[in-house]
C-alpha cells in the first residue's frame, strides 16, 4: 500500500474580499502552531488606493502583490517543516500557480510535474454560498489529463477556498463598511465574484453552507462545468433541496456558514497526525 502523500506546508487560504480569510486564516494558524501571513499587508499602497477609490485591481495591479507573498511563501518552503498559513484571494488559475510554482504558468509544454489534482477535500458537509464555481480552464484541464505523480512532486502549497454566500458576504461588507476602517468597499464585491475561477478538484478543501452548490445549480440550470463526483454530490444534494422545499415553509432556510473556529479545528483534523 502507499504511504499517504505529505501534508502540504503551506495552507493559501482563498476567496473574495469579505469570505474570511483572515479570520479564518488567523484561527487555522493558531490551531496549527504556524505563523499567519496576512497578505493584504503586501500590497504595494497603489494597490491599496485603488480598491480605496472603488476601482477593481487588475492582472497587472496584481503580480508584484502576488509575487511578493510567493517569496514569502518560498522561504517557508526552503525551511522545510515549518507550516505557514497565508490569506490571498488567488481568484484566478494562474495567481495560484505562481503561488505553488513560481510562475503563472511555469510548464507551457508537456506534463507538469504535480499533474494530479490536489485531493478534493470539501466542508461541505458543514457548509455552503458565494462566488462563481467557473472552473474551466485549459491549464486545469491539461493538469488532470497527465499520470500520477510520485508523492515527493506533489505540491507543498494548498488552497482552502471560503465561499459563504453572495447574501452573507454582501451582509458582512456593509457591516465593516458601517463600522469603517476597511480599505475594500462593498460596490467591488461583483468584480471579485466575476473574476474567481476554479476548478473544485484544485482544491484542497472548499467551505460552504450547506445545499449550496445544488441550490445554485437549481437555480441557474446545468451550466458549471463538474467532476463526476460533485455531480453526483450535487444531484443528490439537489434532490435533496427540492424535498426540503416541497415540505418547508414558502422561504427556503438560510444556509449557516460556519463559524471561524468550527472551519479551523475540522481543517486542522484533516492532517495527518505524525
Ligand atoms: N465564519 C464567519 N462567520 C461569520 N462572520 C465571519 C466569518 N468569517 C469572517 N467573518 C466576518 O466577516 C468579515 C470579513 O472577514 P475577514 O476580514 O476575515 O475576510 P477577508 O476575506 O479577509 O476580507 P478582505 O479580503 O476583504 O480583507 C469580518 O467582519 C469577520 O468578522
Ligand atoms: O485580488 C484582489 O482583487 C484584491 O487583492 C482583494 O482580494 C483584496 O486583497 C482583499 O480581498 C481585500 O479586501
Known amino acids: 500500500m ?10 493559501v487560504v482563498m476567496g473574495v474580499s469579505g469570505c474570511g480569510k483572515s479570520s479564518v486564516g488567523t484561527a487555522l494558524a493558531l490551531a496549527l502552531g504556524a505563523p499567519f501571513l496576512e497578505g493584504d499587508e503586501l500590497h504595494p499602497p497603489e494597490n491599496i488606493a485603488k480598491m480605496r477609490s472603488g476601482i477593481p485591481l487588475t492582472d497587472e495591479d ?15 518552503l526552503d525551511f522545510g517543516d515549518q507550516r505557514l498559513v497565508v490569506s490571498c484571494s488567488a481568484l484566478k488559475p494562474a495567481y495560484r500557480n505562481l503561488l505553488r510554482w513560481g510562475a503563472p504558468d511555469p510548464f507551457p509544454v508537456g506534463p507538469r510535474p504535480h499533474p494530479t489534482p490536489t485531493p478534493r477535500v470539501d466542508c461541505s458537509s458543514a457548509s455552503s454560498t458565494g462566488g462563481s464555481a467557473s472552473a474551466s480552464s485549459a491549464d486545469n484541464a491539461a493538469a488532470a489529463a497527465v499520470p500520477s505523480p510520485s508523492a515527493s512532486s506533489l505540491p507543498r502549497v494548498a488552497f482552502i477556498l471560503l465561499q459563504p454566500g453572495e447574501d452573507e458576504l454582501r451582509r458582512r461588507l456593509a457591516a465593516r463598511a458601517a463600522a469603517g476602517g476597511h480599505f475594500m468597499p462593498p460596490a467591488l464585491l461583483g468584480s471579485q465574484l466575476a473574476a474567481l475561477d476554479y476548478q473544485p478538484g484544485e482544491m484542497w478543501a472548499i467551505v460552504e453552507p450547506p445545499g449550496w452548490r445544488a441550490q445554485r445549480r437549481h437555480q441557474r440550470g446545468a451550466q458549471g462545468e463538474w467532476d463526476g463526483k460533485a455531480e ?31 472551519i479551523a479545528a475540522e481543517l486542522a483534523a484533516r492532517l495527518h497526525r505524525p
Do not use: H, M, T
Open 2 to 11: 502507499q504511504p499517504p502523500p505529505p501534508d502540504p506546508l503551506v495552507f
Open 232 to 262: 453526483a454530490e450535487a444531484a443528490a444534494e439537489a434532490e435533496a433541496s427540492e424535498g426540503a422545499l416541497a415540505d418547508g415553509p414558502s422561504q427556503p432556510q438560510q444556509p449557516v456558514f460556519p463559524a471561524v473556529e468550527e
Open 62 to 76: 496584481r503580480w508584484p502583490w502576488l509575487y511578493r507573498i510567493r517569496e514569502r511563501i518560498v522561504k517557508a
